[in-house]
T-cell receptor, first 109, second 114 residues
Framework: KNEVEQSPQNLTAQEGEFITINCSYSVGISALHWLQQHPGGGIVSLFMLSSGKKKHGRLIATINIQEKHSSLHITASHPRDSAVYICAVSTKGNYQLIWGAGTKLIIKP | GAVVSQHPSRVICKSGTSVKIECRSLDFQATTMFWYRQFPKQSLMLMATSNEGSKATYEQGVEKDKFLINHASLTLSTLTVTSAHPEDSSFYIC??????????FGDGTRLSIL
């Protein structure tokens, strides 16, 4: 079993829909990251969470430490949001990241 | 703006060539940098941890003689793929961050070996 599990693996939605991507982990963490990877491969860090909730524009990330679960939400989705969204956790004691497999999101106009 | 600069972004070269990829932290000192590799349609996998002034720590299964890592200064780590072969074609990305701060990522290097 992977230490970081993401769901769904693939998601296609219509423009304007509310999007939720889930991430569960099984290790002790110091932080959880949500990242966005565009087709060119470059990775952008969206959020780093250790508790609670963060919001940036149309993106919202939440984490429940007790349940070892995090969600990334996109409100009013747009075709430019189409990308792979990756959940990664920083394990306690070091800075290494354990990566989820990613969720490929396609937003259709 | 970018806080971690990775160069080059794309390399296409012949089999047997050695390729050097640079990862620079632009406005902070990074005693530790990480190198990851991503095969098509797969997740990123940690290859090695680059430690300033000492030997890199390689993950199991990663050939240290094949993937040479040098971290000679607090702002620069290099990954050299020696005598590259088509199976080394992949997407390589580095990350770095100030101590106890979020990791920042380079833009990645897409390596294609013909």
């Amino acid at each position: 079993k992977n230490e970081v599990e993401q769901s769904p693996q693939n998601l296609t939605a219509q423009e304007g829909e509310f999007i939720t991507i889930n991430c569960s982990y099984s290790v002790g963490i110091s932080a959880l990251h949500w990242l966005q990877q565009h087709p060119g491969g470059g990775i952008v860090s969206l959020f780093m969470l250790s508790s609670g909730k963060k919001k940036h524009g149309r993106l919202i990330a939440t984490i429940n430490i007790q349940e070892k679960h995090s969600s990334l939400h996109i409100t009013a989705s747009h075709p430019r949001d189409s990308a792979v969204y990756i959940c990664a956790v920083s394990t306690k004691g070091n800075y290494q990241l354990i990566w989820g497999a990613g969720t490929k999101l396609i937003i259709k106009p | 703006g970018a806080v971690v600069s990775q160069h080059p972004s794309r390399v296409i070269c012949k089999s047997g060539t050695s390729v050097k990829i640079e990862c620079r932290s632009l406005d902070f000192q990074a005693t530790t940098m990480f190198w990851y590799r991503q095969f098509p349609k797969q997740s990123l996998m940690l290859m090695a941890t680059s430690n300033e002034g000492s030997k890199a720590t390689y993950e199991q299964g990663v050939e240290k003689d094949k993937f040479l890592i040098n971290h000679a200064s607090l702002t620069l780590s290099t990954l050299t793929v020696t005598s590259a072969h088509p199976e080394d074609s992949s997407f390589y990305i580095c990350s770095a961050g100030p101590r106890n701060q979020p990791q920042h990522f380079g833009d990645g290097t897409r390596l294609s070996i013909l």
